[in-house]
């Protein structure tokens, strides 16, 4: 249903060593050249979240949009975060016409 890395939870502990912890939430980006993209932000608790608690850290996902994604997984690559479900999501390019160096 939603899962985070070993590796993944390592560098959201790290970016909260020394600071208070905040829920992340884990959502839908719906803009951008890239396209939509599962993107991961701190936020507030709401009351259509759906809570997962790991090691103390509170993921926050939208029921709703929990419903459509799951199964989520968070990871850790080289060039950051990786947020993967089962939806398939367009690249972006063709859906906003853009052309040039971020699309080519």
Do not use: W
Not at 15 to 30: A, C, D, I, Q, T
Not at 43 to 70: G, H, M, N, P, R
């Amino acid at each position: 249903m939603f899962n985070v890395s070993e590796k993944a939870q390592e560098q959201i502990k790290i970016y909260f060593k020394g600071k208070e912890l905040m829920p992340v939430r884990v959502f839908l980006h719906k803009g951008g050249c890239g396209g939509p993209q599962i993107a991961m932000a701190l936020d507030e608790k709401k009351e259509s979240d759906t809570i997962f608690t790991i090691e103390d850290i509170e993921y926050l996902v939208d029921s709703e949009f929990l419903k459509e994604a799951q199964p989520i997984g968070v990871d850790f690559i080289e060039s950051g975060f990786k947020v993967t479900s089962r939806l398939e999501l367009s690249s972006g390019c063709s859906s906003c016409g853009t052309e040039g160096s971020c699309c080519s």
